[in-house]
């Protein structure tokens, strides 16, 4: 039997019981909850960027998605509350709609 010692979505169990197999699970406290979601981030975006096709990288922004929305909840925040943020930011600071790519800046 594989051992992935990882975080899974909720459904997963379902799916692994349809199959007919038997498997283990637990359910996590908060603080390792956190822990584990950072890492399953790490693991999506790196998924993300060696996608070779649009149709699978939305797919694995999705999965990021899913993540952020996790994890603003665990931060006491609604995801509208994180996009109000991403909002402010980009007014103050602008967005990566221009594609600038900032060579150098020379201090005098």
């Not at 637990?26 to 950072?38: A, F, H």
């Amino acid at each position: 039997m594989p051992i992935y010692n990882k975080l899974v979505r909720d459904r997963i169990p379902e799916v692994i019981e349809e199959d007919g197999k038997k498997f283990s699970t637990r359910i996590l406290e908060t603080e390792e909850y956190i822990k584990e979601l950072k890492k399953k981030s790490f693991e999506e975006l790196n998924e993300y960027v060696n996608t070779q096709n649009d149709k699978d990288a939305i797919e694995e922004l999705a999965d990021l998605l899913e993540i952020i929305h996790a994890l603003a909840e665990c931060h006491g925040a609604s995801f509208e509350t994180v996009e109000e943020v991403r909002k402010q930011k980009a007014e103050k600071r602008g967005g990566f709609k221009e594609k600038i790519f900032l060579i150098e800046v020379k201090d005098e």
